[in-house]
């Protein structure tokens, strides 16, 4: 049990985003349940922020594709925690192929992390916090999700658009009960893993010819803005989709 709002983050041990929020929303004094298929690097990031905020972090292992996995560590982190009141589902998997070639298991793989995986960590939450009358879901989608670009792959674009279906219905359906639920949108954000993948000149490519702030984002960037769409002061906001790309796609 804790007496610190409880905030429950999937993939959150990678080098990117869900770390990043794991460690905003710790700073802004959530008790935060860390998440990933990575034991390692997940145990290291909750005794991390154990030790720069004290009390015991959590981490459970968790692939958001094992739906029963899901519905148990839903369980397990109310049991041991008392509470959810933030989920932020930032799990993604993509590979770029085109539709012409691409293998059924590119697609399915990328619907079951991007898509499904989502909605799973959804459906075992929200009765939950329906059940206390309030919560904030941020669902991490991406500018893929609107893009005409060869640069996604059409089964991540699928997945994401999907996402803010996903969360503009679920946020319709439980707005009555005191649940909001949000979508983020980010355009590229720089992260060490992304490095290994991409040149250099991809990065620089972007900061100077499509951003137009001069520079890649950031996870901290993204980190950001769950922190408001979390907290109780975007207590008017839900059903929002919110682009975070440095105008790259400007659109909600
Ligand atoms: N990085 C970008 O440029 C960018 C842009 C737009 C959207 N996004 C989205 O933001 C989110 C985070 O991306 P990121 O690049 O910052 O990576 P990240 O570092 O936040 O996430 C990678 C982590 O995901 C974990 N993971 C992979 N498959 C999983 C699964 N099935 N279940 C649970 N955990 C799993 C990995 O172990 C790794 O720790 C993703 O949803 C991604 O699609 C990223």
Redesign the pocket.
């Known amino acids: 049990m804790t007496d610190r709002a409880v905030a429950m983050v999937?993939?959150a041990?990678?080098?990117?985003?869900?770390?990043a929020i794991a460690r905003r929303l710790a700073s802004d004094g959530f008790d935060v349940v860390v998440t990933?298929?990575?034991e390692r690097?997940g145990q290291e990031l909750a005794r991390e922020l154990s030790e720069a905020h004290g009390g015991e972090f959590l981490y459970l292992p968790?692939?958001?594709?094992d739906t029963d996995g899901v519905q148990r560590q839903v369980a397990e982190v109310v049991d041991r925690k008392g509470s959810i009141d933030v989920l932020v589902n930032?799990?993604?998997?993509?590979k770029i192929e085109p539709v012409a070639e691409m293998s059924i298991e590119t697609w399915q793989r990328c619907l079951d992390?991007?898509l499904t995986?989502t909605f799973a960590c959804m459906r075992y939450v929200l009765p939950h916090m329906i059940e206390r009358g309030r919560g904030s879901i941020v669902n991490?989608s991406?500018?893929?999700a609107y893009e005409t670009s060869r640069e996604h792959g059409a089964a991540y674009s699928a997945a994401k658009a999907g996402v803010l279906a996903l969360t503009r219905v679920a946020a319709a359906e439980n707005g009555q009960f005191g649940v909001r639920v949000n979508a983020i949108t980010?355009?590229?954000?720089y992260?060490d893993?992304?490095r290994k993948i991409y040149p250099d000149e991809f990065f620089d490519g972007y900061a100077q010819d499509r951003s137009l702030v001069g520079r890649v984002g950031r996870?901290e960037d993204v980190a950001s803005l769950v922190s408001f769409l979390a907290s109780d002061e975007a207590g008017y906001i839900t059903g929002e989709v919110y682009g975070i790309s440095g105008g790259v796609y400007p659109h909600g």
């Open positions: 999937t993939a041990a990678g080098a990117g985003i869900g770390a990933d298929i990575h690097r968790l692939d958001v594709t930032n799990a993604g998997w993509s992390v991007d995986g991490i991406s500018i893929a980010p355009g590229l954000i992260n893993f992304l996870p």
